[in-house]
């Protein structure tokens, strides 16, 4: 899914004429010193990466001062939370919090909904999954007729709100419910909203993903990747995208799981299938290996893809070997795989010269897909050949994780030595 950050969410929540805070994004605490003093009075300033609980990874802070906010920014880029580094922060007018409250919309798949679906909470700001169940409040939504005002209204005093609060509520939801639908978001939780001292409601937070197969509808967002990313796309998931976008025939993924390109240890990775790829890291695991990269060409793809594919997972630089993970019993037809694969390993191999190759395959024309690989591969296999480390298997080897992890682990090593003896 496209995901949002909170400020960008916000962004859009603002444009559509939803309260929020008075704010803005820095990335450097200079910058977050110049948005406090353009807001003036104490702020909130807000960590900025896709992960709840923020709050209790010490990435909202509260402060009175630009030269405090500056401070908090400071402490805050400087973090890690789960793995993400925080690049940017959110500052915002500090909230005078009277109540805080949660509401999410999202896709109820149940069977006998298939709709929106509206989830409310009196109880806002802690996760979801710690509020009782019984204090949660959920709707389906008639996907042709939408959530009208009655509904709201109806839903509010379910839900325990006041008499005098009702048209305030049911106004705030159904506007929600509205920009749903117009921005073709899958999810959008606004937890907390609050209400202030002074009665307003006002957005505190925000999630917001957009359904990626409506991203195309909106150039407005301008959403370089209609794929679930955790941060900015790199050159090679802008590459894997354009692969994919541009020819529908089979599944051609390619995405950039951040490897540092200096380490020894990284595997081109070559999975076809998602299960194919879980037992290919598991192949990977248990010798110490790591994917430099996550692939997927299955869905019958046809050769051009697999190649495109296959020679961008190839030209990473200093990987320490490629691995075509076919542990499966594929029905699609393999001798595409076997083609593309005779061609980028001429294309590539001369450029790494003996880098470990261990090709699996197996299923669907197994006898004619390692015959093409055979052969196609014949001359650049020869001892001294650029290929002497490539090594083909069929269907003896398509559960043995273990024997396939090893044998690259094994090539892997010769190969580096080899690398190591050449001062490179
Ligand atoms: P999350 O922890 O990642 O969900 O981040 P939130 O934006 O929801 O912030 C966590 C909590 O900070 C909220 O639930 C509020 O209780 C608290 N908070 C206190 N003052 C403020 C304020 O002025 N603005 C915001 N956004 N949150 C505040
Ligand atoms: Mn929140």
């Not at 899914?1 to 803005?24: D, I, N, S, T």
């Not at 005779?342 to 197994?366: D, F, I, M, R, S």
Request: proline share 6%; hydrophobic share 40%.
């Amino acid at each position: 899914m496209a995901k949002f950050l909170e400020y960008q969410g916000k962004e859009w929540l603002r444009k559509a004429g939803m309260p929020v805070p008075k704010g803005k994004v820095a990335s450097s605490p200079e910058e977050a010193k110049e948005v406090a003093e353009w807001i003036g009075g104490p702020v909130a300033v807000k960590g900025q990466v896709q992960a709840g609980g923020r709050g209790k990874a010490g990435i909202v802070k509260l402060v009175n001062t630009p030269e405090e906010a500056a401070a908090a920014a400071a402490e805050i880029l400087s973090k890690t939370v789960k793995g993400l580094p925080v690049r940017q922060v959110l500052i915002e007018e500090k909230l005078d919090i009277k109540k805080e409250y949660y509401c999410s919309f999202v896709i109820n798949n149940a069977r006998e909904a298939r709709s929106p679906m509206l989830m409310f909470s009196t109880e806002g700001g802690m996760d979801i999954e710690s509020v009782p169940e019984e204090l949660i409040f959920k709707l389906n939504i008639d996907p042709i007729f939408g959530f009208k005002t009655y509904d709201a209204i109806d839903f509010c005093v379910k839900a325990g709100i006041p008499d005098d609060e009702l048209s305030k509520f049911a106004s705030f939801l159904t506007k929600l419910a509205k920009i749903y639908k117009e921005y073709d978001c899958q999810t959008l939780e606004i937890n907390p909203f609050v209400m202030t001292g002074n009665g307003d409601l006002v957005c505190a937070d925000c999630k917001m993903e957009i359904d990626n197969s409506a991203v195309g509808r909106h150039p407005e967002f301008g959403i370089k990747i209609a794929r679930d990313l955790p941060g900015e796309p790199t050159e090679l998931d802008l590459i894997g995208w354009s692969i994919e976008e541009t020819d529908a025939r089979g599944t051609g993924f390619l995405m950039n799981m951040g490897y540092d390109e200096v380490s020894p240890g990284y595997i081109g990775y070559h999975p076809i299938g998602g299960g194919s790829a879980m037992m290919g890291l598991d192949a990977l695991n248990q010798v110490g290996l790591k994917p430099a990269n996550y692939a997927d060409t299955s869905g019958n793809p046809v050769g051009s893809k697999i190649y495109r594919v296959a020679k961008c997972v190839l030209s990473q630089p200093n990987i320490d070997g490629y691995l075509l993970g076919g542990f499966m019993m594929a029905n699609q037809e393999q001798w595409h795989h076997a083609n593309a694969l005779v061609k980028v390993l001429w294309e590539e191999l001369p450029k790494k010269p003996g880098l470990p190759c261990v090709l699996l395959l197996c299923g669907n024309k197994e006898d004619e897909s390692l015959e093409i690989l055979r052969k196609g591969l014949a001359d650049l296999m020869t001892p001294d050949g650029p290929g002497k480390r490539i090594e083909i298997y069929g269907k003896e080897y398509v559960t043995d994780t273990k024997f396939i992890g090893e044998r690259l682990a094994a090539l892997a090593k010769e190969y580096r030595a080899e690398k190591e003896a050449h001062g490179k």
